[in-house]
T-cell receptor, first 112, second 111 residues
Framework: NAGVTQTPKFQVLKTGQSMTLQCAQDMNHEYMSWYRQDPGMGLRLIHYSVGAGITDQGEVPNGYNVSRSTTEDFPLRLLSAAPSQTSVYFC???????????FGNGTRLTVT | GQQVMQIPQYQHVQEGEDFTTYCNSSTTLSNIQWYKQRPGGHPVFLIQLVKSGEVKKQKRLTFQFGEAKKNSSLHITATQTTDVGTYFCAVDAGNNRKLIWGLGTSLAVNP
């Protein structure tokens, strides 16, 4: 099992550009989520999904979109990148919404 | 909304010394999870506590859940350089769909 796979590992964007962070898991987990991690701020939930076709907002959803068309994939889209979105992004999945989370290796995003 | 306080924010110890981080909530928790993140890495699940007064051990790590289920601690006995990293607690937000995370305790170990 590959676990949770995130791509890319690093990305540099200019302000206003759009991009999609990819996340895939092969553990047949129902619950998937996206976090951003900034120094001194800990982990903040952006969006989450409790199953295919179902998504909901987390703590800091503005500027991000998600979709969950399959159980395996949960992409995060930045519609118009802003410098405030410079961060490390983690995708995580779990068997259910109160089970331990399995994290991907993260994407380090810089917006200039 | 629900918040969880984690202290201390930083801890610097000599190798061989003990280390403890605390996680405190103003509300009763259904469960608490602990994660470790090595520098440059991703959070890795350590343990989940569910029962009041629960104590679980993993080698040199001891996890406790308070009797009132409002606080928890992670204690490391005789730290090693491999213990370096940030330790996070995470608690159920109450609607059973989101985790609320502490800000973490960063542990540095001098060899």
């Amino acid at each position: 099992n590959a676990g949770v796979t995130q791509t890319p590992k690093f990305q540099v964007l200019k302000t206003g550009q759009s991009m999609t962070l990819q996340c895939a898991q092969d553990m047949n987990h129902e619950y998937m989520s996206w976090y951003r991690q900034d120094p001194g701020m800990g982990l903040r939930l952006i969006h989450y999904s409790v199953g295919a076709g179902i998504t909901d907002q987390g703590e800091v959803p503005n500027g991000y979109n998600v979709s969950r068309s399959t159980t395996e994939d949960f992409p995060l889209r930045l519609l118009s990148a802003a410098p405030s979105q410079t961060s490390v992004y983690f995708c995580a999945s779990s068997y259910s919404n109160d089970s331990p989370l399995h994290f991907g290796n993260g994407t380090r995003l810089t917006v200039t | 909304g629900q918040q969880v306080m984690q202290i201390p924010q930083y801890q610097h110890v000599q190798e061989g010394e003990d280390f403890t981080t605390y996680c405190n909530s103003s509300t009763t928790l259904s469960n608490i999870q602990w994660y470790k993140q090595r520098p440059g890495g991703h959070p890795v699940f350590l343990i989940q506590l569910v029962k009041s007064g629960e104590v679980k051990k993993q080698k040199r790590l001891t996890f406790q859940f308070g009797e009132a289920k409002k606080n928890s601690s992670l204690h490391i006995t005789a730290t090693q350089t491999t213990d370096v990293g940030t330790y996070f607690c995470a608690v159920d937000a109450g609607n059973n769909r989101k985790l609320i995370w502490g800000l973490g305790t960063s542990l540095a170990v001098n060899p």
